[in-house]
């Protein structure tokens, strides 16, 4: 077995990557590269129905973009191998599992087997009401290769069947999670390795890829469990080296159920989409389920490196808190400098439509009035909207405004001194200024004053902070706006 660490991350391309598998994926990556090991990607499509190359692309994607850069495995963008051990993708690997399957059937660890599904059914349903769980038996089991061979060249079909070895009563293994872990040998009895497709099924390619792609550590969730038994026998039927396994608890939804799309979001793309940095989001996952040595909770990628370890892992479930997520990613977004935050808003910002000025000190302006108060990315939205010019418009909640007999000389007041502003935005003290010279002006004071302003400024009396909001619009539209209240007025 290589000396080097090596884990791998074997991602079924059945749909989006869930953000179970993104934990599993970072634990196995941040072990490896804390050991100065190797991260390898393996992709597990070999079951034909669910597989598709789009989700594979989607998972890639995802891994790539949560910065889980691997050094062996297909390449995100181009899906080309990289590395000594590949190919990394399972259908491309048949050829080797059929020599395997060929040298366990030769040593007789294998055979094939002919019975039908309904003969299986019919085993099942005479074995309801007795202990255990149900086992094939196969009349197949001692037959030699050469009278199956003759069936199989006679045109029936058969799968290639483990035999299990009924002398051993248990297995056991030292999990780096959970500890000992101990399976009586009869709790699975003689299981496919190759169906009567030819295609070999998950447990069989995972023991070979993992032998041959030389992993030191395999780390996954406890659902796998049951398979490991699986895989142990195999790995022994093969004379394989066993890796150290590390089963991770389960992620549960608030409810304490298992996370599944109905708690909400439940991809890395769902959150990236909803305004989640990727260091946010592996800082989140990796405190779920793992406590850094010094209990700290805002985690940059290098420190999460450095600290990672197997000892601070629990192994009871961890349930998905998104309001921690959603603090964690703030505490990252306001770690990030300016330049790098607004090339990260601003393609938000177009999307959504929204006209804003270009100029450098208008932008640095804004960042500095907004990013303490952006959660996710997406936030900026709402924040930035009031801004947009193509935004504004007079809402119906304004209607009382416009009933009130002072309204009409607020609005008047407020565009008389904003006309004899000479500045092209005004400063927070400006702002304030100008809304005591109303209320003189005037002679109205409390929502009689503020209501009427706050309508003449973002079309509505309540929202956004307003000695915000202003600086950061420029007097032509201000007064373009109070031209339009006054319109109405
Ligand atoms: N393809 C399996 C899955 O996605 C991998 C399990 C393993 O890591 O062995 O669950």
């Not at 395999?218 to 039927?237: C, D, G, K, P």
Request: with cysteine; net charge negative.
């Amino acid at each position: 077995m290589s000396s080097i660490v090596r884990l791998r991350f074997a991602p079924s391309p059945t749909g989006h990557l869930h953000v179970g598998g993104a934990r599993t994926a970072l634990y196995s990556y941040l072990y490896a590269k804390g050991h100065d090991g190797e991260f390898i990607l393996r992709v597990e499509d070999t079951d034909e129905e669910r597989s598709t190359e789009e989700a594979m692309k989607s998972q890639l994607e995802a891994l790539d973009w949560l910065g889980l850069r691997w050094d062996e495995g297909p390449d995100a963008e181009t899906l080309v191998d990289r590395g000594d051990h590949g190919p990394y993708r399972q259908s491309q690997r048949l050829a080797i599992y059929k020599k395997y399957s060929d040298q366990l059937l030769a040593e007789g660890l294998a055979y094939y087997c002919f019975l039908t599904d309904e003969e299986i059914d019919a085993q099942r349903e005479k074995a309801k009401g007795t202990v255990g769980a149900f086992q094939v038996e196969s009349p197949y089991r001692e037959w030699t290769l050469e009278q199956a061979q003759k069936r199989i060249d006679a045109g029936e079909n058969a799968v290639v069947r483990f035999k299990a070895d009924r002398s051993k009563t248990h297995y056991q293994f030292k999990d780096l999670v959970r500890g000992d872990v101990k399976f009586p040998s009869d709790m699975v009895g003689d299981f496919v390795l190759l169906r009567s497709s030819g295609m070999p099924v998950y447990n069989f390619c995972c023991v070979i890829d993992d032998a041959l792609m030389q992993m030191t550590h395999v780390f996954r969730s406890e659902e796998h469990l049951n398979n490991t038994l699986r895989q142990l026998m195999i790995y022994e039927a093969l004379g394989f080296q066993i890796p150290e396994f590390g089963h991770f608890s389960m992620i549960l939804g608030e409810d304490k159920q298992k996370l599944s799309k109905r708690h909400g979001a439940t991809s890395v793309q769902q959150f990236r989409d909803r305004g989640f940095l990727p260091d946010a989001l592996i800082n989140y996952l990796a405190l779920l389920g793992w406590t850094h040595p010094k209990e700290e909770e805002i985690l940059p990628k290098a420190d999460l490196v450095s600290s990672f370890g197997l000892d601070r892992i629990t192994s009871s479930p961890a349930v998905f808190d998104e309001k921690k997520l959603t603090w964690i990613n703030a505490n990252h977004i306001k770690r990030l400098d300016k330049d790098r935050l607004w090339g990260l808003l601003e393609p938000r910002l177009k999307a959504a439509g929204l006209e804003l000025p270009t100029e450098s000190t208008w932008i640095e302006k804004s960042l500095q009035v907004f990013s303490s108060y952006l959660e996710t990315l997406e936030d900026a939205v709402s924040l930035y909207q009031p801004i947009s010019p193509k935004h504004f418009d007079i809402d119906a909640a304004a209607d009382q405004v416009f009933e009130w007999d002072t309204s009409k000389s607020v609005f008047e007041a407020w565009k008389s001194i904003l006309s004899a502003t000479d500045s092209e935005f005004l400063s927070e003290e400006q702002f304030v200024q100008a809304q005591d010279q109303v209320k003189e002006s005037c002679g109205v004071k409390g929502k009689n004053l503020f209501m009427p302003i706050r309508v003449a400024i973002i079309g509505k009396p309540h929202g956004a902070e307003l000695k915000i909001l202003v600086p950061l619009v420029s007097k032509s539209e201000l007064l373009r706006r109070v031209d339009l209240v006054l319109a109405k007025a």
